[in-house]
Structure formats: C-alpha cells, structure tokens
C-alpha cells in the first residue's frame, strides 16, 4: 500500500491558503484558483515548478532541508506548521533558539482553570516560571526552595552530597520510582532540551557547570539517555497535613515547549480529603477590585492577578 502522501497534501493546501498579494505584483490579475499558484510558489522558493509539481503529487518525496526552509518561508508557516512540514519530509525540525520563558495568556488561563490542583509551569530547561495558589499550598511557595535561578535541575543537583542532606522543595517531595530513576529522567529530559536550543549559551553553561561540579549529574549526562519527562507518583511530606500520595502529570502546552505540572489525588480517598483540606488554606482570589495589583515578582503566584508579568 503507497504511504500517504503527507508533505504533498499539507504544501498543497498551504499554497492554496496563501493570499495572491502575498506573491509580488504579478499575481494580480484576476484568478480562478484560489491561493498561489503552483508556478508562484515555486519562483518564491526559489525552485523549478516541475519540482514543485512532484512534490505534490508525492512523486518526489526526500527533499532536502534547504529546500523544506525555502517553502516553508515562501508560505510564511508559523514555527509549529514549518515543523510540521519538515517532520512530513522526514526530517528534524531546525533548532530554536534561547529557551523561551514567556507563558501565552492561554496558559496562565489553564493554569487559572487548574486551580483546585497544584499546578507549576516550568521552561523546558526546568526553570519554574509560574505556579498556582494550590501548589503553594501543597508543595511550598517555590521562592522559599533555594534553587539557583529558580531551575529545579540545580535545586536536584546540588553541591555537598545527596540528595537525602536538603529536601528539593520546601519539605521532602519523594517519587515512589527512587531517587535515581527520578533524578535520571529530569536529565534525560534536560538533554532533549538542549538538543533543541544548541545555541542557547546560558543553558549550555549551566550544563558544563553542573558536569564539572557534581559527579551525579555528570554520572548521568554521560550515559546518553534522552526521552521527555512523563509522569510519576509521589508522596509529599506535609507538615500540616502528614503524607499525601500523589500522581504527577507532565503536558506539554500546545504551541510552545512549556511543562504544565499538576498533582491530582486518587478519587475519593485519605490523600483527596488532604488536598481538600489545603484547598480551605489557600487565600480565595477577589471578585474584582479597583485597586491595580502591585507588581508580582516574577514567576509568581498565578492566583495573585488576573494578568501577571512574567
């Protein structure tokens, strides 16, 4: 059976998308067909109509990546459709810049929405950006952890021994999978992240410093294992409420490379009721007011405002 002819079904619908204007002058005249022509798009990218004709048709399918950049910018994609259009080629979408630490409003309206749930966003190299009132209340207020520059990486890995000397957050976290299997997986994650954002400077020097300067770490980037961080089960030692186990879930949010992390307990159980419990402390946000919020400190409390500088 021919396999589906990806590549050529998504160009010729983002052709046909493309207004004519967007062509230059001579794609004025007055048109049958909507969108660019198949002659137009190929003297915009800068290749033969014949080319672009078996592309199309999937007769030609192994273009290079030079050639998938020159039509993704002649149909002006936006970064998530460029990807898309490279993946059909078969080939790894180019490589992003800085780690971006910007959070859509979207997503400070689902974590908004995630309320009843401790709920972080951390930037895909770890660095938590932003988090809810529930997760205060259940984990800790993030700026009361220590960790350097707010990367739960460095406050993994830290200097002077393991991890059983400081509890990461405010008080012990634990994942049921152990310590190494957990500290194993953040790594892993950390190294498709910087495979991704290979010029990200700031990010490759926080890797060179924690392979210099912890032997965990270092132990662990050698081995080569690269996978996204999935979910996992932990119990949070609250010093109010005693042991709660919890199930953590990592999303990914559509469009950018951001971590949403929420905790959830089991239906109807001891470990609900405590979140319930902690739920009553969190302080409920104002119906409105007329006094403009102060200034939150960056990566702050997503329930403190409505609009947050992040």
């Known amino acids: ?3 589906t002819n990806h590549f050529g079904i998504a160009l010729r619908g983002w052709r046909e998308r493309v207004s004519p204007q967007d062509g230059g002058p001579e794609t004025g005249a007055v048109r049958r067909i909507p969108g660019l022509r198949r002659e137009e798009l190929a003297r915009l990218a800068g290749l033969s109509v014949d080319y672009v004709v078996r592309l199309e048709q999937g007769r030609a399918r192994h273009p290079s990546g030079q050639v998938v950049a020159a039509l993704a910018r002649a149909l002006r994609l936006d970064p998530s459709e460029r990807d898309h259009l490279f993946r059909c080629a078969r080939l790894a979408p180019p490589a992003t ?43 800790g207020d993030p700026r009361t952890y220590g960790w350097d520059e707010r990367s739960l990486v460095a406050g993994m890995f830290r200097p002077g021994g393991g991890r059983a000397r400081q509890p990461i957050a405010a008080w012990p ?51 080569g294992t690269a996978r996204t961080q ?11 409420v005693g042991d709660i186990a919890l199930d953590l879930d990592v ?3 559509a469009g950018t490379d951001l971590r949403v992390v929420t905790y959830t ?29 102060a200034e939150p400190d960056p990566g702050g409390d997503l329930g403190d405002a409505e609009a947050v500088r992040w």
């Open 97 to 139: 810049g800085n780690v971006s630490r910007q959070v859509p409003a979207r997503v400070q309206q689902l974590v908004s929405r995630l309320g009843d749930f401790p709920t972080a966003v951390f930037a895909a190299d770890w660095t938590i950006v932003g988090w809810n009132g529930m997760w205060s209340a259940t984990i």
């Open 230 to 240: 999935g979910g996992d089960r932990k119990t949070v030692e609250h010093p109010l």
């Open 173 to 223: 976290v634990l994942s049921w999978a152990g310590d190494e299997a957990e500290e194993e997986n953040l790594v892993a994650d950390l190294r498709v992240t910087a495979a991704a954002h290979p010029h990200d400077g700031r990010l490759a020097a926080f890797v060179e410093h924690l392979r210099r300067n912890n032997s965990r770490f270092a132990r662990l980037w050698s081995n």
């Open 265 to 293: 307990a089991e239906a109807d159980s001891a470990d609900e009721q405590k979140l319930n419990t902690l739920r009553a402390t969190c302080r409920p946000r104002p119906a409105s007011s007329d006094t403009p919020a």
């Open 1 to 3: 059976m021919e396999p």
């Open 251 to 253: 999303l990914t949010a």
